[in-house]
């Protein structure tokens, strides 16, 4: 079902202090002290969302594309993806066990602490998740984005979500979102042993000399250039992140950062080069196996298993290159032990990081260049 459109930003400037961060944080920046005593507090899972059937489909993309003017067939096309999986999204389960595993961890650390999880295209919609809250009593949730890094799609919109939570609503809990995370120790762990996983399936002949290739969602150029508060942090993130899981495997070892699942029209640049496409120059260059790993996604949801598993595994056979393509983050338990020490790091008072308190205009776009994907972080139109 659609949401109301909200207006944000009445009476200033999306660009204009006050930030979204400190509006949704009540109308003052996120505290570098400890939380106050006796608050009652949260965690949210803010995703994506996704259909849960074949009826689902067409609403839910209506959802995703509402107001950009998307031609139908374009939409009919993107469907088929998902009727290929009986109509049911991934990213649905993948959420569910992830706060499942929050939840225990929690508890296993002694933090008595609710987990909710909303979305922004399906349901639980973030509002009706954000009204029950508010029944419940929660004073203050922190937010955690199942997306690591900078950019409109992977962050700021993140923020507006909430903000047009807090609107619709009335109120409701003041907000804080978790940090950027792609450095964190868990982060990195987990796509490390994946990476390490993916090198034991080689075989032995290929383990030393296989390319490894870092994928990551394109966004537009106009985007790009605009994610963080000097602008290319979603570049720069990816690589320190795909350059930190590679280390920590092999130190040194060379890789590639490259991008998938593409969309809009061609007259509109997006980072490059696609992944298919530099699987072609791989093997043009004399490559004979490749490995990759998706450190910009935190589960294997559409997008992944769709893009990568079914199209660059495909353009990897014919062109006889051996392809093994790593897991994600999903629920492993550094991931999970990190999605804590985040928690405890804002509500021991530590200094907010990018992320948790983001200039005003920081990933701002005047009309953003792209929607979210289908599963992810940036477009299918």
Not at 15 to 33: I, Q, Y
Request: aromatic share 6%; net charge negative.
């Amino acid at each position: 079902m659609p949401r109301a459109t909200v207006d944000l930003n009445p009476g200033q400037r999306p660009d204009e202090d006050p930030s979204l961060a400190v509006r949704n944080n009540g109308g003052t920046p996120p505290a570098a002290a400890p939380a106050p005593a006796g608050r009652r507090e949260a965690l949210l899972v803010l995703s994506f969302g996704g259909p849960r059937g074949h009826d689902d489909v067409m609403p839910f993309l209506e959802n995703v594309t509402r107001g950009r003017g998307v031609p139908r067939e374009r939409l009919l096309d993107v469907a088929e993806h998902y009727h290929h999986f009986g109509g049911v999204s991934p990213i649905n389960e993948q959420n569910e066990a992830l706060v499942a595993a929050i939840g225990a961890d929690l508890a296993a650390h002694g933090i008595d602490l609710p987990v909710y999880w909303g979305n922004r295209n399906w349901d639980p919609y973030i509002e009706d998740v954000w009204q029950q809250m508010t029944d419940d009593g929660i004073e203050h949730a922190y937010v955690l984005a199942t997306s690591a890094y900078a950019s409109y799609s992977g962050c700021r919109q993140y923020h507006e979500d909430v903000a047009r939570a807090r609107i619709a609503t009335g109120g409701g809990p003041t907000a804080e979102k978790l940090p950027h995370y792609f450095d964190t120790p868990g982060f990195v762990r987990a796509n490390a042993d994946a990476l390490a996983t993916a090198l034991a399936r080689l075989p032995e002949e290929h383990r030393a000399t296989a390319r490894l290739v870092a994928t990551a969602h394109s966004i537009p150029d106009a985007m790009a250039a605009v994610a963080g508060p000097d602008g290319h942090a979603y570049e720069t993130e990816l690589m320190a992140a795909a350059r930190a899981v590679v280390d920590a495997v092999e130190p040194g070892r060379e890789f590639d950062l490259v991008w998938q699942s593409r969309s809009g029209p061609p007259s509109v640049p997006w980072l490059e080069p696609d992944v298919n496409d530099h699987l072609r120059a791989l093997h043009e260059n004399g490559e004979q196996a490749v490995v990759v790993f998706p450190v910009g996604f935190v589960s294997d949801h559409l997008e992944v298993i769709w893009d990568l598993d079914n199209e660059a595994e495909e353009t990897a056979g014919e062109l006889g290159l051996v392809f093994v393509r790593a897991g994600t983050a999903g629920t492993h338990p550094s991931f999970v032990a990190m999605v804590r020490e985040l928690l405890q790091e804002r509500r021991s008072g530590a200094e907010p990081r990018l992320g948790t308190n983001c200039p005003a205009a920081c990933c701002f776009v005047a009309r953003p260049a792209a929607r979210p994907s289908v599963d992810g972080a940036a477009a299918r139109e």
